[in-house]
Structure formats: structure tokens, C-alpha cells
């Protein structure tokens, strides 16, 4: 049984290497929030225009498909 638990414990060893610092990754989700909260702003104004549109296209194509 020990001999298993080094064979998975060096096995997994190099798959750390893929693995980002913690510091990296708070980085990373420091610049996701910061375009986050960028883009809310236009996607608010443009979230009701396409709800409107799609369901504009879907009226046309259910009154096109019901006749």
C-alpha cells in the first residue's frame, strides 16, 4: 500500500507544474471583475434591445408558421 501511495504521489507531481500560483489566479479574477464591471453597464442597456428583437423574430415566425 505504500508503494502505491508514492507511485500517485510522484505521478501527480509534474500535473503541479500546470497548475498556476495563487498569486496568479487572484490577478486573474482582479482583471475579470475589473471587465465585469466595465461591460455591466453597456450589457444593461443592451439586454432589454435584443429580448425586444428575439421576440419580435420569434412573433413573426410563429404568426408565419400558424396561418
Known amino acids: 500500500m505504500l508503494h502505491m501511495f ?3 504521489a510522484f505521478s ?20 475579470m471583475e475589473e471587465i465585469w464591471r ?3 453597464g453597456y450589457t444593461h442597456r443592451v439586454y432589454p434591445r435584443v429580448r425586444y428583437a428575439f421576440r419580435r423574430l420569434l412573433d413573426c415566425m410563429l404568426c408565419n408558421t400558424a396561418s
Open 38 to 40: 466595465e461591460s455591466s
Open 6 to 8: 508514492f507511485a500517485v
Open 12 to 31: 501527480a507531481v509534474p500535473l503541479t507544474l500546470y497548475v498556476p500560483p495563487i498569486r496568479s489566479l487572484n490577478l486573474f479574477v482582479q482583471t
